[in-house]
């Protein structure tokens, strides 16, 4: 966190340098202006105190917190709180907004398949991957994949070199052996790609970007393969969540959390 702290504070704070108040003591305290799902309260927490800060935490991450409900409380030299001030406030608008649009697209898709998972993709700002997956988490999500290294997904980007079926096929069976604790997922556009590849001993079927007709045609496949998990993916938002899950797919992947509006968190200075 003291990276965050840095790249804003620099060398120093020269408008708090400047107007002398330095080492007078103050109080910052944070809120949100509408009810969220609260997430690195936590986070500003560590920073605070970093800076030498006594908190007051009155909230935990992935928590529902009611417009003006005081999350965290910090004491110090004015000084100090100046320097977390904007980019504690920051990583709050940010973290909140995510856990939020998480927990609302969640909560969209449940209304009509209680057991469905939401999931999301590596298709991230760089560098972001670890807060921003903290905050799906917060609201009730999960990843869907950490990076190349945690799963099995295969796309047409990688049949491509494979000139034949058969080729192919003697390699996925090759593959499904020596990574026998993994699940092997294969992206597929349609039903006919998605029968083959059940028949195949596909663990998942990523659907991607199918219309609901085809969707249903897919997840039928359940009833052949009962162990077979299928997910759907490719522009899913709030806007259209709850159709999808109407499918009956087991879990969404989507990127949309990651592009929420920030929370408006109020943060409120006072003098001591």
């Known amino acids: 966190m003291m990276d965050i702290l840095e790249e804003d504070i620099g060398l120093m704070d020269i408008t708090t340098e400047g107007l002398g108040f330095g080492a007078k003591a103050a109080k910052i305290s944070f809120a949100p202006k509408e009810e969220v799902i ?9 920073m605070c105190q970093r800076l030498g800060l006594e908190t007051k935490r009155f909230k935990q991450c992935g928590d529902r917190v009611s417009a003006n409900e005081c999350v965290l409380e910090a004491y110090g030299r004015a000084d ?7 980019a504690s406030q920051n990583l709050l608008e940010f973290l909140s907004g995510i856990a939020s649009k998480t927990e609302k697209m969640l909560s969209l898709a449940r209304l009509h398949q209680p ?8 298709k991230i700002f760089p560098r972001t991957k670890a807060l921003a997956l903290k905050a799906v988490f917060a609201g009730g999500g999960a990843h869907h994949r950490l990076g190349l290294y945690d799963s099995i997904l295969i796309f047409k980007q990688h049949r491509v070199f494979f000139p034949d079926e058969a080729e192919f096929e003697a390699q996925f069976a ?13 992206e597929v556009e349609n039903y006919e790609e998605a029968l083959y590849f059940a028949r195949l001993g596909t663990d998942i079927l990523q659907c991607e970007k199918m219309d609901f007709e085809m969707l249903k045609r897919c997840v039928s496949l359940k009833k052949i393969f009962p162990s077979l998990l299928l997910s759907a993916t490719g522009g899913i938002g709030e806007h259209n969540i709850e159709d999808f899950a109407k499918t009956g797919v087991d879990f969404i992947v989507t990127s949309s959390p990651y592009h929420a509006k920030p929370s408006d968190i109020r943060v409120t200075i006072e003098m001591l």
Do not use: P, S, Y
């Open 174 to 186: 090759q593959m499904k052996r020596k990574f026998l604790e993994k699940k092997v997922a294969v």
């Open 80 to 86: 100090n709180v100046h320097k977390v001030w904007k």
């Open 115 to 122: 057991h469905i998972e939401l999931l999301t993709t590596r």
């Open 38 to 46: 609260i997430c690195g309260v936590d986070l500003v927490e560590e």
